[in-house]
C-alpha cells in the first residue's frame, strides 16, 4: 500500500475591509426630513387640489408609466389606506387622494 501525498496550497492573504463609518447615533441614519422618498413625492401631487397626471408623476419621479401605475394602484393605496380617485378632465386623466387619510 502506499501513502496519498497530501498537496498543500498556498494560504491565502487576508485582504483588509474598507472601514464603514460608524455613525454617532441612529438618527444620522434617517434622512435629514420626512417624506423624501418618491412614494412620498407622489403621495404629495396626488393631495394637491388639482391632483396629478401620470405624466407629471412620471416627470417627478423618474419612474415609468407602468411603475407609477403599479404604485398607484399597490405602494400609495397601502400608504393612504383609501382608493385613489381618478377622473378624466380635457382628454387627461387626473388622479387625487382624500387628504383626509393618513
Sequence with gaps: ????????????KAVPRK??????SPAEARPATAG????????TLLRRPE???IDEIMATTGWQRHSVRGALAGAVRKKLGSAVQSALAD????????????
Design 1 to 12: 500500500m502506499t501513502k496519498s501525498a497530501t498537496i498543500k496550497t498556498p494560504a491565502k
Design 36 to 43: 423624501t422618498t418618491k412614494t412620498d413625492a407622489v403621495i
Design 19 to 24: 472601514a464603514r463609518p460608524v455613525l454617532a
Design 51 to 53: 391632483g396629478a397626471s
Design 91 to 102: 382628454g387627461v386623466r387626473r388622479y387625487r387622494a382624500p387628504e383626509t387619510a393618513a
